[in-house]
């Protein structure tokens, strides 16, 4: 089953603990992204990446750091991790050859919490 | 930049009607998709119907239709025979069309939470 695979699906944990959300898609897609979800904004893109080690800024990248070693998994990384980082995250993917044709999957979200 | 408004922050209507979700949109490209999304209370992210910019012809999926004002830079939603299960947040958003492999960002609007009542 094609499928984006978001872990944990909720973490609560405290200010300045280093915390990493794993994305995993088993579709070969090249392009991933993350979103962050929160109330009155829609969702809002953190971070993307084109292929392996290939991976850009998006529209909220303050406080966040991700990696592309592998075509299959992005892990989201927060170093140190602050409440206005309490949010709705969500991994999504898609084909390379894009153009609008093959539309995003998304994972199922992670809720974090943080203290 | 462009930007996605949803001007109706929550919507209910009774279970068989009709109801319209209203979405505009700000973008100076020419060429563009745009999407409805559907986020059921399992906060999976849904995608209910897609438009290509440059296709004149409203895109229908079964009991979902669009109605595409391209000049008026509108893109509403219509469900029709409504059921419990359309109870959702929907969500609007945009894509540009890029003629190389670019950043697929999807902008999205602020959603509009739709309660189907029984």
């Known amino acids: 089953e094609a499928q984006v695979t978001q872990n944990p699906r909720y973490l609560i944990t405290v200010t300045g603990k280093k915390l990493t959300v794993t994305c995993s898609q088993n579709m070969n897609h090249e392009y991933m992204s993350w979103y962050r979800q929160d109330p009155g904004l829609g969702l809002r893109q953190i971070y993307y990446s084109m292929n392996v080690e290939v991976t850009d800024k998006g529209d909220v990248p303050e406080g966040y750091k991700v990696s592309r070693k592998e075509k299959r998994n992005f892990p989201l990384i927060l170093e140190s991790p602050s409440p206005n980082q309490t949010s709705l995250y969500f991994c999504a993917s898609s084909s390379g050859v894009s153009l609008g044709n093959q539309p995003q999957h998304f994972g199922d979200g992670t809720r974090l919490s943080i203290l | 930049a462009q930007t996605v408004t949803q001007s109706q922050p929550e919507m209910s209507v009774q279970e068989a009607e009709t109801v319209t979700l209203s979405c505009t949109y700000d973008?100076?490209?020419?060429?563009?998709?745009l999407f409805w999304y559907k986020q059921p209370p399992s906060r999976q992210m849904i995608l209910v119907i897609r438009?290509?910019?440059?296709?004149?012809q409203n895109a229908t999926e079964n009991r979902f239709s669009v109605n595409f004002q391209k000049a008026a830079k509108s893109f509403s939603l219509k469900i029709s025979d409504s059921q419990l299960g359309d109870t959702a947040m929907y969500f609007c958003a945009f894509m540009r069309l890029t003629s190389n492999f670019g950043n697929e960002k999807l902008t999205f609007g602020t959603g509009t939470r739709l309660t189907i009542i029984p």
């Open positions: 438009q290509e910019a440059y296709k004149q």
């Open positions: 973008t100076s490209e020419n060429n563009y998709y």
